[in-house]
Every structure is written in structure tokens, then in C-alpha cells.
């Protein structure tokens, strides 16, 4: 590599990372837990001013609390949040992650924290059911699991990829996709915040398990994760939680 290009590199990740891998005994020294999120995902986690909210905000924010610590939230693009574990720029990542053996090969997973799956959603008239989406353009998120695999449905006339999820929404109700592939409750929730579009959810095309990620190896932290969310688990915390964001308990059964 060229030497200059080496010295930007170097400055760059310099510039991007500033915590280094921390265990436990130092994330609960410094009081503040590093938690990576692509805060454009409502109702899991969104932005209100410049506060990080939502289900799994308050989530991870009860699980900070039975360690002791505070969440410092760090927005980023949902591409680069896993990397930026391993980069040691965040100590958790909290951002609906499905736990796919992909991404088991790159990061730890805690226990799911919730189960849900990808969805259809379109206008009112739009496709909703696999068949029906032969030859239309069907919108995405960079790096979801809905991307990888609205790639890999058979006739799809094409898959647009938007960085954000409220990115590829908007494409939705401005008509520039006849589809999007997203996360069932998030389809529920832009329903409900869109009245006016008509929005319709329609197949389901998988399920999936969502977890907080940590850096691979960091099983101290993974394991005091697990044993936080045990806690609001059973505590109530965590039910009181999902009964404000989704009238029901969202737990995989
Ligand atoms: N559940 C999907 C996945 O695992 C999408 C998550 C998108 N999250 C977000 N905060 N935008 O890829």
C-alpha cells in the first residue's frame, strides 16, 4: 500500500474509534456502556430530538442499568455496526440484529431478545404475496436480512437497496418501489404513523431471532448481558416494555 494511503488509514480509524476493547471490569469503571444502533428502525429504536428511543432503547437501557452503567448511545449506518464491534468502536450492538450463522462467524450473540420476521408491505393495490411481486421493484435496507433475501426471490423485476430503513419507507410512499421487505412490527408501526398512504402488510417470508451482538470472544460481557436481560425478564421490566411499544409481549415463545 501506498504510504500515504497507510497514514490515512491510520488517522481515519483514528478519528472513527476511540474506545479500545473494553471488558466488563472496564465498562463498569467508567460507568458508560458504548451501544451501536441505526436509529431509524421505529418503533425499536428511532430518534426523538437527538434522544435514541424505542423498545430496544429502553431495553438496553434497563439491561445498563442492572450492570451498573450508563448507555452512551452511538448512531451509525446498519452496515458498518458489526464491523465497528469488531473495530471496538461500540461495546454492544443493539439494533434488531437476526442471529444468522453468517453473522455468528463475525460477532458473539446474546440470548434473542425478541422474535419476529421479515414482511411484504406495499400501498393499497401494491403487491403483497410472493407470486404478486414478479416484475416489480421491491425496496430494502443495506445489510438487513430483508436484502439478502429479497435478492434471492425468484423474478423480482428488481431489489433497491437504501441505506436507512426510513430511507426505503419513504421510497414506499412516494411510490418509487411497488414494495418493501422490513421487519413485521415495523411494518405495523409505519401503518399506523402513515395513515393516509394505506399501507397493507402481506407475506411473511421468514421468521427470525434478534440479538443484542458482542465483539467475538467478549463472553464475560455476553454473559453479563444474558444474565441482565434474565433479570428484566423476569422482573417485569421487560413486559412493561413491550406492552408500551407493542400492546403485547414480544419474547420468543
Ligand atoms: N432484522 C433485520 C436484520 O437482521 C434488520 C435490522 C435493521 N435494524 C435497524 N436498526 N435498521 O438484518
Redesign the pocket.
Known amino acids: 500500500m501506498h504510504k500515504y494511503a497507510l497514514a490515512s488509514l491510520i488517522l481515519l480509524s483514528g478519528a472513527l474509534g476511540t474506545a479500545s476493547a473494553r471488558d466488563l471490569a472496564a465498562i463498569k469503571a467508567s460507568g458508560v456502556l458504548y451501544v451501536g444502533?441505526?436509529?431509524?428502525?421505529a418503533p425499536?429504536?428511532y430518534t426523538q430530538g437527538k434522544k435514541v428511543v424505542g423498545f430496544e432503547a429502553e431495553l438496553a437501557e434497563a439491561i445498563a442499568r442492572k450492570l451498573g452503567v450508563k448507555v452512551e448511545w452511538r448512531p451509525s449506518g446498519?452496515d458498518t455496526l458489526l464491523i465497528g464491534l469488531d473495530r471496538d468502536r461500540f461495546d454492544l450492538v443493539v439494533?434488531?440484529?437476526?442471529i444468522?450463522p453468517e453473522?455468528q462467524k463475525a460477532v458473539d450473540f446474546a440470548t434473542p431478545h425478541y422474535c419476529?420476521g421479515?414482511v411484504v408491505l406495499a400501498r393499497s393495490n401494491g403487491p403483497l404475496t410472493v407470486a404478486a411481486l414478479k416484475g416489480k421493484a421491491v425496496g430494502v435496507?443495506l445489510?438487513?436480512?430483508?436484502?439478502?433475501r429479497a435478492q434471492k426471490l425468484p423474478g423480482l423485476g428488481s431489489v433497491k437497496t437504501y441505506p436507512?430503513?426510513a430511507d426505503a419507507l419513504q421510497m414506499l410512499l412516494g411510490g418509487r418501489v411497488n414494495a418493501f421487505v422490513?421487519?413485521r412490527f415495523v411494518a405495523l408501526e409505519a401503518r399506523k404513523k402513515f395513515p393516509q398512504a394505506n399501507l397493507k402488510l402481506g407475506e411473511m417470508l421468514f421468521q427470525?431471532k434478534?440479538g443484542i451482538a458482542v465483539k467475538k470472544g467478549n463472553t464475560p460481557l455476553r454473559n453479563a448481558v444474558n444474565a441482565a436481560l434474565r433479570g428484566v425478564m423476569a422482573d417485569g421490566t421487560y413486559k412493561k416494555i413491550s406492552t408500551k411499544y407493542f400492546g403485547e409481549d414480544i419474547r420468543c415463545k
Not at 444502533?37 to 428502525?41: G, K
Not at 445489510?143 to 439478502?148: F, P, S
Open positions: 444502533t441505526e436509529p431509524t428502525y425499536f429504536t446498519f439494533s434488531s440484529h437476526g444468522t453473522r419476529s421479515g435496507q445489510g438487513t436480512t430483508y436484502a439478502q436507512t430503513n422490513t421487519d427470525e434478534i
